[in-house]
C-alpha cells in the first residue's frame, strides 16, 4: 500500500491544502474583481474532494457487482461532468450543448472496448476508464468552448469583417476560433509525449501496485493515452463545431438576439 490510511495522512494532507490557499491569497492570484475567489475555491475543492472521494468509495464497493447500479453510476459521472463544464464555458442555458462533445467522445470508445473484449463490463474495470475517459474529455471541452468564445469576442470586428466579405456566419466563427479551440489539446498531448521521462501517470502507478509486471503497466498506460488523445480530439472538435454555429455562447451573445 502507497499510502497508509491514518492521522498522519489527514494532518499531511490538511498541511499542504493550507499552504495552497495561504500561497493564493498571499500571491493575490486573478484581478481586483475575482482575487479573492481563488483562495477560496482552493479550499473548497479541497474539502469537496474529501467529502466526495468518501462518499464515492462508499458508493463505488456497494455498486460495483450490481449492473443497474453500475450503469447509473457512469451515467451520473457523465451528467456531473456536463453540468460542470457547461458552467466553466457560458454559465447559461447553452451550456448543456457541453453533453454532445463528451458523449461524442466516450460513448464510442467505451462501445468498442466492451464489444471487443478489451473492457469488462465490470465494475473494477468499467468505472476507472469511464472516469478517466469522461475526465479527459471534459477537460478538452472546457478548454475548447472558452477559449473559441473568449477568441470570438476578442476578434468580434474580423468575424464581421469575413461576413461582410460574403462568408456565412459559422465559416467566419470557425477560421477565428478554431486555432484558439485546438490549444485544447496540448494538456493531453505534453502529457502523452512526456509520458514516462517527466512522470508516471496514474494508471501505470496503479497496476504496479496491484501486482502487475512493468510491461502490462505500461501497456495499459499506453492504452489510455491514446484512447484519451481520441476522445479528447472528437470533443474539441464537435466543441468548437456548436460554437461555430451559435449553439453555445454567452448570455449576452443570447441577450443581444445573436
Known amino acids: 500500500m502507497l499510502l497508509p490510511v491514518n492521522v498522519t495522512l489527514g494532518i499531511v494532507m490538511t498541511v499542504l491544502l493550507a499552504v495552497a490557499t495561504v500561497g493564493a491569497a498571499l500571491a493575490r492570484f486573478g484581478d481586483a474583481r475575482d482575487r479573492r475567489r481563488y483562495w477560496k475555491d482552493l479550499l473548497t475543492a479541497g474539502l469537496r474532494a474529501a467529502v466526495q472521494l468518501a462518499v464515492v468509495s462508499l458508493v463505488v464497493g456497494a455498486v460495483m457487482h450490481v449492473m443497474p447500479l453500475l450503469l447509473a453510476f457512469v451515467a451520473l459521472m457523465f451528467t456531473v461532468a456536463t453540468f460542470t463544464a457547461g458552467r466553466r464555458i457560458t454559465g447559461n442555458s447553452t451550456g448543456w450543448w457541453s453533453a454532445a462533445p ?38 478538452a471541452t472546457v478548454l475548447a468552448g472558452r477559449r473559441a468564445l473568449e477568441e470570438l469576442e476578442a476578434r468580434r470586428g474580423e468575424v464581421e ?18 486555432p484558439a479551440a485546438s490549444d485544447a489539446l496540448i494538456p493531453g498531448l505534453d502529457q502523452t509525449r512526456t509520458v514516462g521521462l517527466v512522470t508516471l501517470p496514474g494508471a501505470y502507478v496503479g497496476m504496479l501496485l496491484g501486482g502487475s509486471s512493468p510491461v502490462q503497466a505500461g501497456a495499459v498506460q499506453l492504452f489510455v493515452l491514446v484512447a484519451l488523445m ?29
Open 102 to 139: 463528451i458523449a461524442a467522445g466516450v460513448l464510442p470508445t467505451l462501445g468498442a472496448l466492451l464489444l471487443t473484449g478489451l473492457l469488462p463490463l465490470r465494475g473494477v474495470a468499467l468505472i476507472p476508464v469511464a472516469g478517466i475517459l469522461i475526465g479527459g474529455a471534459l477537460t
Open 161 to 178: 469583417a469575413a461576413m461582410a466579405l460574403g462568408f456565412p456566419e459559422r465559416d467566419a466563427r470557425l477560421e477565428i476560433a478554431r
Open 230 to 258: 481520441a476522445v479528447q480530439t472528437v470533443a474539441v472538435a464537435l466543441t468548437l463545431e456548436l460554437v461555430a454555429r451559435g449553439r453555445i455562447h454567452h448570455a449576452e451573445r443570447a441577450a443581444s438576439g445573436g
